[in-house]
């Protein structure tokens, strides 16, 4: 099947999330400030939904398995495709020194709170560059590892995504991301998130996970950037829907809006607990 190449949209929670945020939302500050994506608990029995420091060091944790898999050493350069507010940067910048880091993202105002939030460290680069992760303004061979943390079902086409970073990816080179794995079996239900009407009026915006790990070492081989490492960690990830259910019970969202996005987060729990959908963290390497 053909991956559909759509045009980016806005995405509700990014609004929602940078209209709290003005507004002084103290928990969300704590939980989602840095960071703009689910938590890894290495003990999801003792996580704490409660409490938003706990989500924010669960936050932090993600960045860092994501990192591991990286393997990224002093002087290299690194590319950080969907960078958010720049946490998964400025996560590594504290811990590996001598690093030339850019921050790419298709909305400015992230990046307006991403050149405020992460400052370049001595000796280090960092920089926040406004642009399409499937468009890279970059020349070839320009970065030893790129890094998407959970934006890559935003993009217009994976595809496309892959084909970049294997331009851009010197010798050697690498990419790690987080994303979604549907079970093949799940892949028909997965493509009615596509569903143009839900995709308006979703929180989430839109959304592909319909990118199976056969689709995934399939596309990455036409790519030229094979699949070398597929880890499943979703039970690691499971408290995020309890955390995320609490916030939305006391934010200002009521109503049918309100509804969608609980029942959303309640599906994702479903299918994440039955592995049918399943967060992964995916290593390709050039070939
Ligand atoms: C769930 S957030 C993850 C942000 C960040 N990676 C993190 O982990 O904190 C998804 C991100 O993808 C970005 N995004 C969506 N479509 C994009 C595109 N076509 N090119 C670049 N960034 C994009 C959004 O603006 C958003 O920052």
Do not use: K
């Not at 003792?46 to 050493?73: F, H, K, N, Q, V």
């Amino acid at each position: 099947m053909a991956d559909r190449v759509r045009t980016p949209v806005t995405l509700p929670y990014i609004d929602q999330l940078l209209a709290q945020l003005a507004r002084g939302n103290a928990a969300l500050e704590q939980s989602f400030g840095r960071h703009i994506h689910w938590g890894y608990w290495p003990d999801p029995g003792i996580a704490e939904p409660d409490r938003p420091e706990d989500y924010a060091e669960a936050a932090e944790r993600l960045s860092l398995e994501l990192l591991d898999l990286a393997g990224i050493t002093p002087g290299m350069r690194v590319l950080d495709a969907g960078c958010g507010f720049g946490g998964t940067l400025a996560c590594l910048q504290d811990r590996v020194e001598g690093l030339d880091l850019t921050g790419l993202n298709i909305d400015p105002r992230q990046l307006q709170r991403a050149r405020q939030l992460a400052q370049p460290r001595p000796g280090s680069f960092l920089r926040f560059v406004a642009g399409d992760a499937c468009t890279l303004p970059f020349a070839d061979a320009s970065f030893d590892r790129v890094l998407a943390v959970e934006c890559i079902f935003h993009f217009p086409s994976r595809a496309a995504f892959l084909a970049e970073v294997r331009r851009v990816l010197r010798p050697g080179g690498a990419l790690v991301i987080s994303d979604f794995v549907p079970a093949t079996v799940w892949v028909p239900m997965a493509r009615m998130a596509r569903w143009p009407a839900l995709e308006r009026l979703n929180l989430f915006g839109a959304c592909d996970v319909t990118c199976s790990a056969a689709r995934y070492r399939q596309l990455a081989a036409q790519a030229g950037l094979p699949v070398t490492t597929l880890r499943d960690i979703t039970r690691h990830t499971l408290p995020t829907y309890a955390f995320l259910g609490r916030m939305l019970a006391r934010g200002t969202r009521r109503g049918f809006g309100q509804s969608l996005a609980r029942s959303g987060l309640g599906m994702l729990d479903w299918v994440g607990r039955r592995g049918l959908l399943r967060y992964s963290l995916l290593r390709f390497d050039r070939v």
